[in-house]
């Protein structure tokens, strides 16, 4: 949840046309995705974005187990899923801007 004068902040922004960062309304931030990062896994991708190279990690590996007794033709998968964020967020910024909104006051 969001303050009250954050989100008049942000509808304020999205009134004019700009958002915090200076981009436009309909300005998409810079992407790239990269597949087949993580040997290991079954399939895995890298997500980087925006302007401080935030990057999310994913990857996904399987097990292929036998069946169960009561449902002998049907095989089971179970899934594990990993991701895991680097670089900066908005949360990190947002602390940054709290701090700095201290010492001014």
Same mark, same amino acid.
């Given at each position: ?20 960062? =200076?981009? /436009? ?10 597949? =087949? ?10 997500? *980087?974005?925006?302007?401080?190279? *935030?990057?999310?990690?994913? /990857?996904?590996? /399987? ?9 002998? *033709? ?12 680097? =670089?900066?967020?908005?949360? *990190? ?5 709290? /701090? ?6």
């Amino acid at each position: 949840m969001i303050s009250a004068s954050e989100r008049e902040f942000v509808l304020g922004g999205f009134r004019q046309g700009v958002r915090a960062d =200076g981009r /436009a309304n309909g300005d998409s931030r810079f992407s790239k995705v990269q597949v =087949g990062n993580i040997q290991e896994s079954f399939g895995s991708s890298r997500v *980087t974005f925006g302007e401080h190279d *935030t990057q999310i990690i994913c /990857a996904i590996k /399987a097990d292929v187990r036998r069946p169960l007794q009561i449902e002998p *033709t049907k095989g089971q998968i179970v899934f594990h899923l990993e991701s895991s964020q680097t =670089g900066s967020s908005l949360f *990190t910024r947002e602390e940054q801007a709290d /701090a700095t909104r201290t010492r001014l006051l």
